[in-house]
Nanobody
Framework: QVQLVESGGGLVQAGGSLRLSCAAS????????MAWFRQAPGKEREFVAA????????YYADSVQGRFTISRDNARSTVYLQTNSLKPEDTAVYYC?????????????????WGQGTQVTVSS
């Protein structure tokens, strides 16, 4: 069982940055692939970024490639999402996800564990 708690969201102007964090409980954090998803009002939850258990493989949605960076610290059982050059269309609730499979963690239908989400609002 893995419990995930996100933090770091907030209100920021367009062009600004935020660093989201996701703290995981459990002693097996280092064996899980981790991901970030987001959901804007009236829209479906969408994949943002994923990282393998070792951090050696990373994947990004086209919409955030070059602006967002996912990373992890297994000693702290935490995964991060550095968001730069934020746009109003990045406004959403951002969710942390965990799964034993790097393939499954990129699909919202297959994720094993979800956090409660953190709100990111980007003003124009």
């Amino acid at each position: 069982q893995v419990q995930l708690v996100e933090s770091g969201g907030g209100l920021v102007q367009a062009g600004g940055s935020l660093r989201l964090s996701c703290a995981a409980s459990g002693r097996t954090f280092s064996t899980y692939a981790m991901a970030w998803f987001r959901q804007a009002p009236g829209k479906e939850r969408e994949f943002v970024a994923a990282i393998s258990w070792s951090g050696g493989s990373k994947y990004y949605a086209d919409s955030v490639q070059g602006r967002f960076t996912i990373s992890r610290d297994n000693a702290r059982s935490t995964v991060y999402l550095q968001t730069n050059s934020l746009k109003p269309e990045d406004t959403a609730v951002y969710y942390c996800a965990a799964d034993s499979s790097l393939v499954a963690v990129r699909s919202k239908e297959n994720v094993d564990y979800w956090g409660q989400g953190t709100q990111v609002t980007v003003s124009s």
